[in-house]
């Protein structure tokens, strides 16, 4: 059973563009929502974060939206630059240190000049 | 900005050859984890470790592979008898503990080990 759905699978966007990813997880148990961002031969870090007590959390030009009834979440990225071009992974988890975290398939974004 | 290290960054090895892969966690952080991300796929859980034991594993974490913490800086996994399917991408991760209760800050991961079985 794939825990955490993303969509899309790729995105590219023109600079100064809105890029809009989106999640889907199955455990209502889950209360902590990560988004990583990964460069090529890098490791996943940590990209901003949310828990299902808010329905919103903004970090400069990154956002999270959370719909806990429709156990939904997505990332944006306000004017996107060409420097965001990177893989996006959402992730979900119960929160307590030292579970695991169960992560989307990754969303390819490019943004062009 | 402290950093999970990670070595060696690629390792080539025939297939039933036992390989070990080493990481320097955080130094204040009293998680840690190994995930994996075969190529284009997504990351996947193996692991985690406090307090000197296991404290939870995936269905992947089978009897060919363990953990440990040989000493106070080192966090290792080993992969015994390597299969062409063990292939990928690791990643170790650490994770500290405030007040008993998850910090909030996620995962930081280490840059990864690429692990090619041949």
């Known amino acids: 059973q794939q825990q955490v759905k993303q969509s899309p699978q790729s995105l590219i966007v023109q600079k100064g563009g809105i890029s809009i990813i989106n999640c889907a997880y199955e455990n209502t148990a889950f209360d902590y929502f990560p988004w990583y961002q990964q460069f090529p031969g890098k490791g996943p870090a940590l990209l901003i974060a949310i828990r299902p007590d808010v329905s919103e959390k903004k970090e400069g030009r990154f956002t999270i939206s959370f719909n806990k009834s429709a156990k939904q979440f997505s990332l944006h990225i306000m004017d996107s630059q060409p420097g965001d071009s990177a893989t996006y992974f959402c992730?979900?988890?119960?929160?307590?240190?030292?579970?695991?975290?169960?992560f989307g398939t990754g969303t390819s974004l490019t943004v062009i000049p | 900005e402290p950093e999970v290290t990670q070595t060696p960054s690629h390792q080539v090895t025939q297939m039933g050859q036992e390989v070990i892969l080493r990481c320097v966690p955080i130094s204040n952080h009293l998680y840690f984890y190994w995930y994996r991300q075969i190529l284009g796929q997504k990351v996947e859980f193996l692991v985690s470790f406090y307090n000197n034991e296991i404290s939870e594993k995936s269905e992947i974490f089978d009897d060919q592979f363990s953990v440990e913490r040989p000493d106070g800086s080192n966090f290792t996994l080993k992969i015994r008898s390597t299969k062409l399917e063990d292939s990928a991408m690791y990643f170790c991760?650490?994770?500290?503990?405030?007040?008993?209760?998850?910090?909030?800050?996620?995962?930081?991961f280490g840059s990864g080990t690429r692990l090619t079985v041949v």
């Open positions: 991760a650490s994770s500290e503990e405030l007040d008993g209760t998850v910090v909030g800050y996620g995962y930081t």
């Open positions: 992730a979900a988890g119960p929160g307590d240190t030292g579970n695991q975290f169960y």
